[in-house]
């Protein structure tokens, strides 16, 4: 198997350009790449796609000055920093500043239902133009969508997601990029290891190529590009 | 009864609709409340939406930063439990693999139709798994209180955007437990601290009042 280039957080940063579809593994930020994030972030980047299942953790605002206080996490960090034009997400409640980004139309918001959302994304990666979905049916998510009747059932057409660029955040990935998760960190991680041209995965440590051993890759380093994260 | 004892006073009503080895998903809120009443003989298996079966309390002053619920916030899991990602987590929802979901709702109808996820001009949190859920898990069981404020929330029709098109099985509240028929909703069990006119009035969907009908507790 071909060694992976091992890659510092700033030269994966760097990967991304403005205008990009950014896919940004995590739950609540619990899975995100932190590193990479930070390193974005100094970049500046703008007008960034981002796939995502949620806006991250958002600043706090205080009630009685009106500013917003704290820190924001996961993909919170990029909308903080006004790097965000677009975000496809199921949940945002926990990001006060993206809902107001939203609502003075500044960034562009679509929540897809989560199920349908990983799924859009496993289609994305596994050469599929679609599939057909009950989530939704007779509900505001279904406009505009091809509605089909299967064994007396209505479902939804849902297109693929695919992106220029993904940050996965693994747990131990060896020198050939393959990968494993820790806890519920997987998520949206594996599925979005898939979708994109570009793949980088962070590891919390990285170890020889083969140590973790092929019954235990869950994420086959043949979908990774770049390794980000251990010792160097 | 106070806002406490009447959250407590639904999650144990819905504790008694699961059953040993049942596997459910809980919504936040309320919900979360119901596996402190169930009875010591009936074990259930907790699914978190992002990735995991097995679902506990996390292990206070000890919290692992690898775990955490579908709330975000910190969690463990049984030494039994498995993890996974969202692909298998919301096949295990929309395959008829979980038993039952309990959550929320603003509004409920007499169609079974459910809407908890938007308040158009006002709060966009988004559906998270919800419109999964309320689609996937054989039964739905909203757990809310009965009115919002007085305001029916129980009502002829929805007005509120849907979160799902006729899921709804079962509505418990503090005044009673309902189900949804294809003749509309019937009520099977009421809380005696109220008359059945009361809590029709609380209503705007029409009760039928179940032959059988029984107190709550």
Known sequence: ??????????????????????????????????????????????????????????????????????????????????????????????????????TSGVTELELVPQGTLAERIRCGGSGLGG??????????????????????????????????????????????????????????????????????????????????????????????DYIVGGEA | MDKANVKNFIAARVAKELHDGDIVNLGIGLPTLVPHFLDPSVHIILQSENGFVGLKPAEEGNENPHIVNSGGTPAGIAHDGAFFGSDTSFAIIRGGHVDATVLGALQVDEKGNIANWIIPGKMVPGMGGAMDLVVGAKKVIVAMEH?????????????LPLTAKGQVNLIITEMGVMEVTPDGIVLKEYNPEFTLDQIQDATEATLIIADDIKPMI
């Open chain 1, 1 to 102: 198997m071909a060694k992976k280039q091992h890659i510092t957080a700033q030269q994966a940063a760097d990967l991304v350009k403005d205008g990009m579809t950014v896919m940004v593994g995590g739950f609540m930020a619990n899975g995100t790449p932190e590193a990479i994030i930070d390193e974005i972030v100094k970049n500046r980047v703008k007008n960034l796609t981002i796939i995502c299942n949620d806006a991250g953790w958002g600043r706090k605002k205080n009630k009685t000055t009106g500013e917003y206080e704290g820190n924001s996490f996961g993909v919170g960090k990029l909308i903080e920093n006004h790097q965000v034009k677009k975000i496809i997400a199921s949940h945002v409640g926990l990001n006060p500043e993206l809902g107001e980004q939203y």
């Open chain 2, 147 to 159: 009115t919002n404020k007085g305001k029916p929330k129980i009502l002829k029709e929805c007005t």
């Open chain 1, 131 to 224: 599939f057909y979905t009950p989530t939704g049916v007779g509900t505001a998510i279904a406009e505009g969508k091809e509605v089909k009747v299967i064994n007396g059932k209505e479902y939804l057409l849902e297109l693929p997601l695919h992106a220029d660029i993904a940050l996965i955040g693994g747990h131990i990935v060896d020198k050939s990029g393959n990968t494993r998760y820790i806890g519920s960190e997987r998520n949206f991680n594996p599925v979005m290891a898939m979708a994109a041209d570009t793949v980088v995965v962070f590891g919390e440590k990285i170890v020889e190529a083969g140590e973790i051993g092929p019954d235990y890759v869950e994420t086959p380093g043949i979908f990774v």
